[in-house]
């Protein structure tokens, strides 16, 4: 484990932490935060992938196969959603031109 059983709470307040930054973010409407979260969403389908190729059938695959398609539908919402895009995109501030 090379010492990482010692430092075990302090990763998990790590990326506790990190996540509440991302929901503050999206909370206050960041685009940065949805761009992160896609980031975060395609890491986590990718790390379902050898789950359920190894998984037993029943209960195991549905459950990984769930939890793939929550994360594919909550990207894709933040992707493709006209209300999303257009809520994100009211936060940028329009640059003005010193013409």
Do not use: C
Not at 3 to 28: C, D, H, K, N, Q
Not at 57 to 63: E, R
């Amino acid at each position: 484990m090379y010492g990482l059983e010692l430092a075990g709470p302090y990763m998990i307040l790590l990326f506790g932490t990190g996540y509440s930054v991302v929901g503050w973010g999206l909370f206050r409407l960041h685009n940065w935060a949805r761009v992160l979260v896609l980031i975060l969403l395609v890491v986590e389908v990718f790390q379902l992938v050898p789950a359920i190729s190894m998984a037993a059938l029943g209960i195991p695959i549905f459950w990984y196969g769930l939890q793939i398609a929550l994360r594919v539908a909550l990207g894709w919402y933040l992707v493709q959603s006209q209300s999303v895009i257009d809520s994100f995109a009211s936060k940028v501030k329009p640059r003005i031109s010193a013409d």
